[in-house]
């Protein structure tokens, strides 16, 4: 087949044609900064590696289950996500009017997730031989290699279903966006009508303001709920607020990242009409922010009646909620069209902040806060300017 | 508020650059519109029109020079000069999501008005809209995306309309009925139309000055006596924009 590289071409065009029409100043900036802090995360991770390289050697539990099962987890997700990409572009509204079939459309995908699939599983047997051979275990190459075969099975499983189970997306979303579910009006109407006027509904792509249910969303709410439920009940019977005000501030956070979406601050539709974009910025975390208090109240009320002398638990756990929610939203405002790229960066930054905080004591927060008003400045500037 | 901008005077463009990457791609453009004028917006593909017009309504920043709308400098005070105008978004980038009605809703609200407070007319009404206001854009032909993109435009009467090729997708009576808007927004002496076109023909009958882009720079500007009289011969208007094309791309 001719065009069975095209998947795998228009990938590779979409970053050259960003790297191109970037300033040369940038592009120095990017490569120069970015391969500073590489060498620095190498340098410290080998460090850190060296230090606790005995008890790393004879760490069994992490040899055994630890470093399998999570080279088999991300294997599975960077299968699964790469297989996504690759089925976007091959049912790519411009690829629509090609006399192309579903199996030539899934062979193209697969022939690009293959292609970009194989430097990555390369790149993992590398970084775990050379993990070995840092920390001085036996047989590193070995280890590599077992770490390749791991995570490409993690990746090949996924990849082969999600590529397997492929349907039309065009026709799908045109199915989808024809059923007209009228008669009933927008349930989140009365909460979503402050201006500007449906605005998540906008951001969440919900048809005409209208939730519709499905297995996934009822799934989530079920987990979260359960969750909360367990931790509240634990709390209650052990008078003990910890494991509920944990819960309230872990899942309250999650609960805004999974809602929070700011892709409308890249239209013209905002950015040409009158309104800056702190109001923007701001109508945006709403509904995302109430979400989150509301999962939150259930198990920090829990806690708060289990153990009432540790009333200032409950309270620290409501205060971060805000900080990381507010730090969270400016992730996503600047990673406005890839909310899984900010959730990642937000969450790496966040380990690493804390990795750093041990041995660097508070301070490094000030790094984080940094970060943050570095965010909020770009996202604000690509909002005024493009 | 900068006092050397007329009352009369709705756009004020001053020595303004504007491209991509640090790179212009228009360049040396002044531009003034009083109320009442009606400006075709002429040019090749690539010759600077849209991008002319995404540095005027805010969406690129500008590598040099000024833009003031209505007594606002785009720069120092955004919000106020972006009050001033009121741009036909491009189809594409509608929220597809939104029934029409919705669209209108959080224009209005952004705008501080009604979903339906038009200049004068009902332009869901007249533009044929009304079977389509409460089903998804995403349901909406081409065409009825440009008449909701046109119709939010004119929501809270901004005193400069601006119509970045918005015209091309309508049906005849649909396009019949904007150009009665556009010519009655400009008689009332408030506002101050942009139709930015490839359609030279219909120039002379709907704009009082038209401005021929090429290579980033005004390279013709017709003037309201100019037009009336090009207006007069038919085919001459074209006929002296498609020289002017041609010598352009001839010297390019």
């Keep these: ?386 | 508020m900068d006092s050397s901008v007329h009352p009369a005077e709705i756009l004020a463009v001053r020595g303004l650059s504007a491209g991509y990457g640090g790179r212009a791609v228009v360049s040396g453009i002044d531009l003034s519109l009083n109320r009442g004028d009606i400006l075709g917006l002429l040019g090749a593909n690539g010759s600077g029109k849209s991008t002319l017009l995404k540095a005027i309504t805010g969406q690129i920043p500008p590598l040099s020079g000024s833009v003031n709308v209505n007594g606002a400098d785009l720069a120092s005070a955004a919000e106020r000069a972006k009050f001033g105008f009121g741009l036909a978004i491009d189809p594409s980038d509608l929220p597809v999501a939104l029934t029409g009605r919705q669209y209108l809703q959080l224009v209005g609200s952004i705008r501080g008005c009604a979903e339906d407070d038009w200049p004068g007319v009902n332009v869901a009404e007249r533009l044929g809209l009304k079977p389509w206001i409460d089903r998804a854009i995403a349901h909406y032909s081409l065409g009825t995306r440009a008449k909701i993109a046109i119709a939010a435009a004119l929501l809270g009467a901004p005193p400069l309309l601006i119509l970045d090729e918005s015209l091309n997708g309508l049906d005849p009576l649909a396009a019949f009925e904007v150009k009665r808007i556009i010519l009655a927004l400009a008689s009332s002496g408030r506002h101050a139309v942009i139709i930015s076109t490839h359609v030279v023909e219909s120039v002379p009958g709907l704009c009082n000055r038209a401005v021929l882009l090429a290579d980033g720079r005004i390279a013709r500007d017709w003037q309201p006596w100019h037009l009336a009289e090009a207006g007069q011969m038919p085919g001459a208007f074209e006929a002296e924009v498609m020289r002017a094309l041609t010598v352009q791309a001839t010297d390019g």
Excluded at chain 1, 244 to 255: E, K, P
């Design chain 1, 1 to 386: 087949m001719r065009h069975e590289r095209l998947v795998l071409t228009l990938l590779w065009r979409e970053p050259l044609a960003g790297l191109r029409s970037m300033r040369r100043r940038d592009l120095a900036w990017i490569g120069l900064g970015g391969s500073a802090l590489f060498a620095y995360a190498v340098a410290d991770i080998v460090v850190a590696l060296q230090a606790g390289a005995a008890t790393l050697r004879h760490a069994w539990p992490l040899w055994t289950f630890g470093l399998p099962g999570a080279l088999l987890g991300l294997g599975g997700l960077a299968g699964n996500l790469l297989a996504r990409l690759c089925l976007s572009r091959a049912f790519a509204p411009f690829l629509k009017a090609l006399p192309l079939s579903l199996v030539q459309r899934r062979r193209m995908a697969a022939v690009a997730a293959c292609a970009l699939g194989i430097p990555i599983v390369v790149l993992v047997a590398a970084t775990i031989g050379f993990g070995c051979f840092v920390i001085a275990k036996p047989l590193a190459p070995v280890w590599g290699l077992g770490a390749a075969i791991l995570f490409g099975a993690g990746f090949c499983a996924t990849a082969v279903l999600h590529l397997r189970s492929a349907r039309d997306p065009v026709r799908i979303g045109n199915s989808e966006l024809a059923r007209d579910p009228g008669g009933h009006r927008p349930l989140l109407g009365p909460f979503d009508r402050a201006a500007p006027a449906w605005l998540s509904s906008w951001a969440w792509g919900l048809p005409a303001g209208r939730v519709t249910l499905s297995w996934r969303l009822v799934g989530a709410a079920m987990l979260f709920g359960l969750v909360a439920v367990v931790a509240a009940s634990i709390s209650l019977v052990r008078h003990d607020a910890v494991p509920a005000a944990m819960v309230a501030l872990t899942g309250g956070v999650l609960v805004f990242m999974l809602s929070a979406r700011f892709h409308p601050l890249g239209s013209p539709v905002l950015r040409t009409a009158p309104l800056g974009f702190a109001r923007a910025w701001l109508r945006l975390a709403r509904l995302p922010l109430q979400l989150s208090v509301a999962y939150f109240l259930l198990p920090a009320g829990a806690a708060l009646a289990a153990e009432p002398s540790a009333w200032a638990m409950p309270l620290a756990s409501g205060f971060w909620l805000m900080v990381l929610n507010g730090a969270y939203a400016v992730f996503a405002a600047y990673f406005m069209t890839a909310p899984f790229v900010a959730a990642l960066s937000f969450l790496g930054a966040i380990a690493y902040t804390s990795y750093e905080s041990l041995e660097y004591g508070r301070t490094v927060v000030i790094g984080f806060a940094a970060l943050v008003l570095f965010l909020w400045y770009r996202a604000q500037r690509r909002y005024r300017h493009g």
